[in-house]
């Protein structure tokens, strides 16, 4: 007897046991069927699920606390701020920052890096100084760089990548200079899956005496990020990658750097005096957070936080590590597969190709068999032409999926070399 979809579902629910089936279950949006098959959510670089904890946290703020933050003497606005800063709280003990008061809340990875950029790049840098990326950065590690050597006359410079997607950490090292002012890096590549030696990174980027920016929009929900011990003066992170809501992430930075460097975007929140003569900032993290920010968000990504925490990311890598390294085997044996990015280091993503078939053909077949992935240049061009695709496939894991998701993938895989045949 063949089960229906909706029939599997339930039967999965009733066995899930400890792990991940269990906490595939606190995920309400997994257990849908679309075009008659479970879902099977692969798209996680591009935005993670949210658990039912995130979800109901939001609607209790919105139901019992609802009031602007930092500005009211009632009640409400009091214990709304209370839970804001809580938040705050939480995400400083999530990445070890040595203080509150070097955590931003901003609208995600994005955001933080356009801060640092127009912020501290623009109050510093001037013709002639140098910016160094990698060739694996993300559009968001890129551009705003790009727009801030408009501005001041600096150059930015790539470091570049080797055929399996790692660094060279040798031409990294030889383009440091004095002209150097600031280092840029994804924690975690977005289409390669690359996970960067940032140690060894920093500290070469520092013996130049630059600082160094991380993009850690796909390392927070894979990795456990220590800020303290990385020695990164500035981190990126976007709460919807991270189980939270969306329009919410954080920009840590050092405090002695946030203290020196101008506000980002005027407004309420973040002075502390003014009159038409002159205006006096607030302290930090509150000089950068003008107007009134996404309150529901930082408790929604309070609440992610909390989730995660209560798995361990140590366990939650150990789990993505195991799915990746079945999925990669799989796909080394699948006829006409090309793999993008085989780091020695990797975290939760795989990115190929397939013989004859583009990718978005290769996401369409998926998606009628239920399973949803990313196809395109996922807004990393420089990579994709490094490797001379216009666009890739791309599964990326999240703590819910399981092996039978790996297997439904290369089900729907073998579907499409049925109608693409080599
Ligand atoms: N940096 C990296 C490495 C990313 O992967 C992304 C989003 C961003 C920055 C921007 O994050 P945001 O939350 O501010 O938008 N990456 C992807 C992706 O791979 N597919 O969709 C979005």
Redesign the pocket.
Known sequence: MKLSARELLAVRAAHAGPGPERWREDFPILNQVVHGQPLVYLDN???TQKPKSVIDREVRYYENLNANVHRGIHDLSQRATEAYEIAREKVRRFVNAASTSEIVFVR????AINLVAQSYGRSRLQAGDEILVTEME?H??IVPWQLLCGQTGATLRVAPIDEAGDLRVDVFEKLLTARTKLVAV?H???ALGTINPLRRLIDLAHAAGAPVLI?G??AAAHVPVDVQDLDCDFYAV?G??LYGPTGI?VLYGKATLLDAMPPYQGGGEMISRVTFAETSYNAIPFKFEAGTPNIAGAIGLGAAIDYVSAIGLPTIAAHERALLDDATRRARLFPGLRLIGTARDKAAILSFTLDGVHPHEIGTILDHEGVAI?TGH??AMPVMDHFGVPATARASFALYNTREDVDALFGALAKVREVFRP
């Open positions: 670089a591009a935005t995600g990875a994005t955001e993300h968001s590690n994804a975690v590549s977005n993009d929009a796909q976007s919807h990658k992430g990313r996922h807004c």
